[in-house]
């Protein structure tokens, strides 16, 4: 009796140093640099995640996807577009990172082509009547998915790169900068972009500056995603205080998501997956693009798979997965 007592008090004891383990590990969220929207998006989510009971610690690199596919950091952000081509070892990517694995949307990405408003450019139609004569923000040398993003809203209306002047530029906002000096005709802009807001300032005796609206026809959307798969074309109603948005445009969304090793645990990945979904208010708090998340479009389709953690939680939560 004493023998199986003890046996019983050993298996207590080795249960409660396994969840005081578990409790005591250290999860790393990777950022990218400071003031970049995965360092915002990774800090309200290490924040949250603390407050619900996973120790999470951010790390604020640049560049960490090979880390996340080789399992030296635990989660980490990207565009579902970008996501997709690491897993393969295509577009930006010469190497393929098939460790990688799907979390979820954090909320969508709204983005577009935009040109001056004195060019007299208004849809993707327009902007191939006169693709010739125009230049164009080219190579983002420091951010090479943007040159994607671009070609994919100029495959939306038959063209492609070639059919434009090239300006290469370094980066997303030197871009924004070339069009407003006037050195591009046309260059990518995130909605409510900051130095979008800056450029349209410095252009308002001009008229400022205008998204061109893409071609929301299933043959134009299909043309889309043909190059850009995870992306789809939507369109923003009209707001008179977000630049280029006088009148309604179907502009460019690309999902913000989550991803993670498929070595980390499917609990971790699981609780992980539920403090997100379930803690919006409080991620919203933190950093306000949370308001645009939906729950019921966490899960999207994409050719990078998601992980068992994260499906765990979909399916508890009645999420419908590849929507």
């Known amino acids: 009796m004493k023998s199986l007592t003890k046996m019983l008090i050993g298996s207590v004891v080795a249960s409660l140093l396994a969840t005081g383990m578990a409790a005591a590990q250290v999860v790393t969220v990777a950022t990218g640099a400071q003031g970049s929207l995965a360092y915002s998006s990774g800090q309200a989510i ?112 038959g063209m492609k790169y070639e059919d434009f002047q090239q300006v290469p530029v370094s980066s997303f906002v030197a871009g924004i900068n070339a069009l407003g000096d006037k050195l591009v005709d046309i260059a990518l802009v995130s909605l409510n972009n900051g130095a979008g807001k800056q450029v349209e300032a410095k252009l308002a005796g001009d008229g400022g500056l205008e998204y061109i609206s893409q071609d929301a026809s299933p043959e134009g959307i299909a043309a889309f995603k043909a190059f850009l798969p995870a992306g789809d074309i939507v369109t923003i109603k009209a ?61 999207p389709a994409n050719g990078v798979p998601y992980h068992p953690g994260a499906l765990k939680y979909y399916e508890e939560a009645g999420i419908a997965v590849g929507n």
């Open 46 to 157: 290490a924040k949250v995640a603390n407050e619900n009971g996973i120790t999470a610690r951010t790390q604020p690199l640049v560049g960490y996807l090979p880390l996340l596919n080789t399992g030296e950091i635990d989660f980490g952000f990207s565009n579902g577009v970008e996501a997709e081509f690491a897993l393969g070892g295509t577009g930006n990517y010469d190497r393929a990172h098939p460790n990688i694995r799907l979390v979820g949307t954090m909320f969508p990405l709204t983005t577009g082509i935009m040109v001056r408003a004195d060019a007299d450019v208004h849809t993707i139609a327009d902007l191939k009547a006169k693709m010739g004569e125009l230049k164009i923000a080219s190579e983002y040398t420091s951010s090479t998915i943007i040159p994607f993003y671009i070609a994919g809203g100029l495959a939306n209306g």
């Open 239 to 299: 707001n008179e205080n977000i630049p280029g948005m006088k009148s309604d445009k179907n502009l460019m969304q690309i999902p913000w998501m989550m991803l993670t090793n498929a070595d980390v645990s499917d609990e971790l990945v699981y609780q992980m997956t539920k403090i997100v979904a379930e803690n919006n208010a409080a991620l919203k708090e933190s950093f306000g693009a949370f308001g645009n998340a939906k729950l019921e479009k966490m899960a």
